[in-house]
């Protein structure tokens, strides 16, 4: 019997730490949220995206989403500029942060979806199945933004292979030469041309 009891202590303790553990995991997200909404409204962005980024790996997820939720229940116009930034650093947590942000603030679900349509690749059906789920009023509007964010992230991956390096082969430099007289004297500056009849001494 005593020694039954003592399995039971034994195990009350192991549970203790279970929950000490997870009631850390909680203090960190609060510090998260505090260091976010700490800094300028137009710096948000950065510094959620710099601590998802020096998380662990394991935790990268659950950073995000603290972020976000920080972010839309506190300053909902900068909602959209921190998802971007996050799923950039994070795009596994697609689901999550779109989930999250839904959630907390459904009636953005237009500018949620849409950001993180345009910050991510591949994560489409997901985001779309996210949406459908939680908000399933606006799947028309959620899907139209959807498809825009995909039509502008097409363009701006456009526009940044356009805007590569132009390589000439071979590595002789273009020598020019001044044009001069055949007596090696320069030639006289060109004629200025006046469209006006009469205003030009220089025409005939």
Not at 19 to 46: C, G, N
Not at 57 to 64: C, G, L, N, V
Not at 164 to 173: D, S
Request: glycine share 4%; hydrophobic share 50%.
């Amino acid at each position: 019997m005593n020694l039954l009891k003592h399995s039971v202590l034994i195990t009350a303790a192991s549970l203790m730490v279970g929950t000490s553990a997870f009631a850390l995991t909680s203090t960190e997200s609060q510090a998260l949220t505090q260091k976010i909404l700490a800094s300028k409204v137009i710096d948000m962005p950065l510094v959620a995206a710099k601590l998802v980024v020096s998380a662990d790996k394991a935790d990268r997820i659950e950073t995000a989403k603290a972020a976000v939720v920080a972010v839309a229940k506190n300053h909902p116009t900068a909602l959209s500029t921190v998802v971007g930034a996050v799923l950039r650093k994070a795009p596994e947590a697609t689901e999550v942060v779109v989930a999250a942000c839904l959630e907390v603030a459904p009636e953005m679900a237009r500018t949620v979806v849409a950001a993180a349509t345009f910050a991510t690749e591949g994560q489409d059906a997901v985001i779309l199945a996210t949406a459908d789920r939680l908000v399933p009023n606006q799947k028309s509007e959620v899907r139209g933004e959807v498809t825009l964010a995909k039509a502008r992230r097409a363009m701006n991956a456009s526009k940044t292979v356009k805007a590569g390096t132009i390589t000439i082969p071979g590595n002789e430099a273009v020598v020019t030469t001044p044009v001069t007289k055949p007596d090696g004297s320069p030639l006289p500056p060109p004629v200025k041309i006046s469209a006006y009849a009469g205003a030009d001494p220089n025409r005939p």
